[in-house]
Structures are given as structure tokens and as C-alpha cells.
């Protein structure tokens, strides 16, 4: 099971309360549905994520990767058990948000 860091936890919370606060339930289900699916690919292909999000490559840094999973880049620790450190939405200005 992959594990969060707080900051990442109050990312998803964030998003997760934007999305109720518009009554836009569709898109907390398909947050819940894109993090799990992030966390199984995680689990099992640690490895298969890239070093940075497109078009950020700026971001890249080692034991951190990136992968794409529904609408959000997730970012995780490349250690032993991975740990997901941040979650955005596609068209967030991620640089400006670390």
C-alpha cells in the first residue's frame, strides 16, 4: 500500500473540498478513482514513472517520479516503500505550486 505525505493529503483534501463546494460529485469520484489507480501502478511498477511532468521538466529532481493518472499528475518518493509527496491537477501551474 502506498502512503501519503501531509502535504500530499491536504492537496487531495483541497481538491476534494473545491469539488464538493461546487457540487461536482462526478469529480471527487473520478479523483478517488485516479488515485487509486496511481497508487496500483505504484505498487506495482515503481519504476515506470517519469522524471518529471510533461511540459515541467524543470521539476525533475532524483528519487522523485511522476506519472499521469486520470486528470492529476501525482509525484512519489522512488524510496522503500514508495510515498506519493504531491498531487495536481493537469492543468495546475505546478511549478509555482511546489
Known sequence: MVEYLPGA???VDDLLR???DRQRD????????????AERRIDEQP???LPAP???KQLAQP???????G???V???TTQPPVIVAVFYETADIPRRI
Request: overall charge positive; glycine content about 8%.
Open 9 to 11: 493529503l491536504r492537496q
Open 18 to 20: 473545491h469539488y464538493e
Open 26 to 37: 462526478g469529480a471527487a469520484r473520478a479523483l478517488l478513482v485516479a488515485l487509486q489507480a
Open 47 to 49: 519504476d515506470a514513472g
Open 54 to 56: 510533461r511540459p515541467y
Open 63 to 69: 528519487g522523485r517520479l511522476w506519472l499521469k493518472s
Open 71 to 73: 486528470r492529476y499528475w
Open 75 to 77: 509525484a512519489y518518493s
